[in-house]
């Protein structure tokens, strides 16, 4: 990139940059990549902003629901349950709508989980692209990867809204809608989807029109970053995401395996 050109950039300042993402990405993500320690900060605030707000608005939500679904399961399975058990569901309760269980835990395993993915996508990629022969350096990438995390923000701001506004959890994310069952939580306790289901529920939940956008801008950053071929350059990003994608489903196939034994157990 020309000295001229980093030079007209950072005087239109961070909300013209901001712009540029969206209608000029190879520009905005080449001058990210030269001079982008000093502006990552905001787009990571408003990453970060909106991991939490979602969060917020959901907790008294899921704080309902968690009673009600308990209350239920104690309806379901009254008499054949002993009033020490129903005691130790009533304690269970509180603590599964407690702010601590839907607002402490996922605000902050939210924040940690972003930075930490930031942090390994810069990591996986410099390897990769190194190995392949580009020419970037971890300095270069971090800042691009958390440039190209705003999709994450504008899609974590219609969550807010969505649900603030309709008063309902978003139940099937991404294109998991397609495939999703619905039923109460009393019903996935007691017959819960095959372990194949939930995986595929899981992999479609992964996948929508700003995950999308997000591994665009990454392609457009690591190819003017680098210097690799376009055809290198996704394989790369692609792979990166693939991969990332099957270690975030291994805690999932655990915890269906775990629900299907409990289900057909004595």
Request: charged share 10%.
């Amino acid at each position: 990139m020309s000295q001229a050109n980093g030079l007209s950039l950072e005087r239109r300042g961070l909300p013209r940059l901001l712009w540029d993402i969206v209608v000029r990405p190879r520009s905005a993500l080449a001058y990210v990549g030269a001079q982008g320690q000093r502006t990552w900060w905001l787009p990571a605030l408003l990453a970060l902003l909106f991991v939490v707000l979602p969060v917020v608005v959901a907790a008294p939500i899921t704080a309902r629901e968690s009673r009600e679904a308990v209350a239920t399961l104690q309806e379901q399975l009254a008499e054949d349950m002993p009033p020490e058990a129903l005691e130790q569901m009533e304690g269970a309760m509180s603590i599964v709508a407690s702010p601590l269980i839907t607002l402490l835990f996922p605000a902050v395993g939210g924040l940690v989980g972003r930075v930490a993915s930031w942090a390994a996508w810069a990591g996986a990629l410099y390897l990769a692209s190194v190995a392949l022969g580009g020419r970037s350096s971890f300095g270069q990438l971090f800042p691009i990867v958390v440039w190209a995390g705003l999709p994450y923000a504008v899609r974590g701001a219609l969550q807010t809204v969505t649900i603030w506004a309709s008063g309902e959890l978003i139940l099937n994310p991404g294109f998991s809608g397609l495939v999703g069952q619905t039923g109460t939580v009393a019903d996935m306790v007691t017959a819960p989807p095959s372990v194949s289901q939930q995986l595929l529920v899981a992999i479609l939940s992964r996948v929508d029109l700003f995950v999308i956008w997000h591994l665009v801008l990454l392609v457009i950053g690591v190819l003017v970053a680098t210097g690799l071929s376009r055809r290198k350059t996704m394989l790369i990003t692609l792979g990166t995401w693939g991969l990332f994608t099957v270690l975030s489903l291994i805690p999932i196939l655990i915890g269906a395996a775990f629900t299907q034994m409990a289900a057909i157990g004595p």
